[in-house]
Structure formats: structure tokens, C-alpha cells
């Protein structure tokens, strides 16, 4: 059966109709993605850089801070862009770009903050073998399962949506292409569909926060027969990741373990998890990991140095 698209372009509503209120977001989002991508690429970059920061650990948050990057792109542009237009539109193939890439990274940095999960378990309840089990290759392999598996979940979403007719209305009351504002504008009955597409989302969300909450009892376990310091070093380190995985999961449940709708909460649930979570986690880690904040400063003084000469 052919695909019908009489749609050829849905329009946002955004965050809100007031042109005032359009204004003072467009300067508060446009700054907010600014500090975004400047964070996180001095994140990168001064994991790449610093010799210090060569351990798995940190090669998996340098890979984090690039993932948010890309994935509050996928976003955040259209949305400062868009709170200056008069007409908020994007066209049925670039909703479906959006949805796609969206998905894939959200879904990578899921896998992704797993993976950092069983780092940790490694490096603290295997800290003998940690450099043998934690090789450059078995890095590499995981990292390339993140990102198969982030492009595997997106595509399962995008194809139960992408064949579905779309013949009007075409209004989404949102400021992005989001799954379930989408799935209410299909002119054929998608209550199967939706219950498939939080079905995956859900059961992605749910599997790896149960194997994430896993890695972290038994370290705790393990943690009990070390010393004072020992656990004071490691809880700090496992504090950082666990505050980014409640921030990343705590709207992942909101969205996904509830009836496939839409509420009028749903935006302000989407900025904190498309821009303020990508904003906070390389805060987060640099504020509280003393070698990353040394090896910032390190690398500070040798730009400035560099400059001099």
C-alpha cells in the first residue's frame, strides 16, 4: 500500500505564543547551548590533550561530552532559530532526520552511561585485573556497541513511524519532532504502534537502568571491606555518574512508563533532558573529580603559554 504524504510540512507551536516571552527565551536558550557545546568541547579536548586523563574512565566521559553535543544539537539550533521566526515549520523528511537522530544519540548516550557503569565495577572490585579487562580493544568494542546500539534503537522507532500516512493536521504542539506528538497526526489508528514505541523506548530505558542499578549494589558491596579512603575515592567518583544517570533516566521513566499521550508538561520535561542535562554533566564531573580540574588547569596554562610566544 502507498505511503500517503498530503502533509508536507508540520508546524510547531514552541514553547509559547507570547512574542515577548519568545525573545527572552531566544537569549536565555542561545546562551544556554553556548555553554553547552563550549563545556562539553573543553571536556573533550581536555581529555584528549591531558596525558593524566588516559584511562578508560576518561575516555568513555570524553566520548559522553561528545555525545551530548551532538544530541542537544539535534534540537536546541531549531529551537533558537525558530523563537525568532513567524512561522515555526520543518518538512515531513526533516521531522523524520530529526526523530531519527534524536533517538540515536539519546539512545547511545543510554548504552553509553551502562558502559561507564561497568567500568567502574571493574575498576573498583577488579582493580588488579582492571587494566587487562579494560584494554584499548575491549574500550574500542564497547564504545562501537554504544553507538550500534543507539542506531539500532533509533531505527526500530523511526520504522514504525516513518510508513505511516500523514494527510492533516499537520500542528504539533511541541518545539522539536517528538515520537508521540508525531503519532497523533497519522491519519490511521496508531494505538498499536504507540504502544510499540514505548515498548521500545521503555524496555531500553528499563534494562539498562536495572543493569546500571546492578553494577552499583555490588559495588557497594564491595566496597565495605575497603578502607576509609578507599571508599571516600570511589564513592566520589560512582556520585558523579549516578547524579548523571538520574538526571538522564528521570525523564526517560516520565516519558516512556506511562500510556502512550502527551501532556502539556511533556516540553518542559524535554528542555530539562535536551538542554539542562547536556549543560549540567560536564559540570558535574569537573566540579567534582580533582584530576580533571588539574588537568584543565594544566591545559589553560599551556594555551596561555602558547599565546605568548
Request: aromatic share 12%; net charge positive; with cysteine.
Amino acid at each position: 500500500m502507498a505511503i500517503i504524504h498530503n502533509v508536507t510540512e508540520f508546524i510547531f507551536l514552541g514553547l509559547s505564543p507570547n512574542q515577548e516571552v519568545q525573545r527572552v527565551c531566544f537569549v536565555i536558550f542561545l546562551l544556554l547551548y553556548t555553554a553547552i557545546v563550549l563545556g562539553n568541547l573543553l571536556m573533550v579536548v581536555t581529555v584528549a590533550a591531558s596525558r593524566s586523563l588516559g584511562s578508560p574512565m576518561y575516555f568513555f566521559l570524553g566520548s559522553l561530552s561528545f555525545v551530548e553535543i551532538c544530541y542537544s544539537s539535534t534540537t536546541a539550533p531549531k529551537l533558537i532559530f525558530d523563537l525568532l521566526a513567524q512561522k515555526k515549520s520543518i518538512s515531513v523528511w526533516g521531522c523524520m532526520t530529526q526523530l531519527f537522530f534524536i533517538h540515536f544519540f539519546g539512545g547511545t548516550e543510554m548504552f553509553l552511561l551502562t558502559v561507564m557503569a561497568y567500568d567502574r565495577y571493574v575498576a573498583i572490585c577488579k582493580p588488579l585485573h582492571y587494566t587487562s579487562i579494560m584494554n584499548r580493544q575491549v574500550c574500542a568494542v564497547l564504545m562501537g556497541t554504544a553507538w550500534m546500539g543507539g542506531f539500532v534503537h533509533s531505527f526500530a522507532q523511526i520504522l514504525l513511524i516513518f510508513h505511516l500516512p500523514f494527510c492533516g493536521p499537520n500542528v504539533i504542539d511541541h518545539y522539536f519532532c517528538d515520537l508521540l506528538p508525531v503519532l497523533k497526526l497519522a491519519c490511521s489508528d496508531t494505538f498499536l504502534i504507540g504502544l510499540l514505541i514505548v515498548a521500545n523506548g521503555g524496555t531500553l530505558s528499563v534494562i539498562s537502568f536495572v543493569v546500571l542499578l546492578a553494577s552499583y549494589m555490588v559495588i557497594l558491596f564491595h566496597l565495605r571491606t575497603q578502607s576509609s579512603e578507599g571508599r571516600c575515592k570511589a564513592l566520589s567518583t560512582c556520585g558523579s555518574h549516578v547524579t548523571v544517570v538520574i538526571l538522564f533516566f528521570g525523564p526517560c521513566v516520565f516519558i516512556y512508563m506511562r500510556p502512550s499521550a502527551t501532556l502539556p508538561i511533556d516540553k518542559m520535561v524535554a528542555v530539562f533532558y535536551t538542554v539542562i542535562t547536556p549543560l549540567l554533566n560536564p559540570v558535574i564531573y569537573s566540579l567534582r573529580n580533582a584530576e580533571v580540574k588539574k588537568a584543565m588547569k594544566t591545559l589553560w596554562i599551556r594555551t596561555i603559554k602558547v599565546d605568548e610566544k
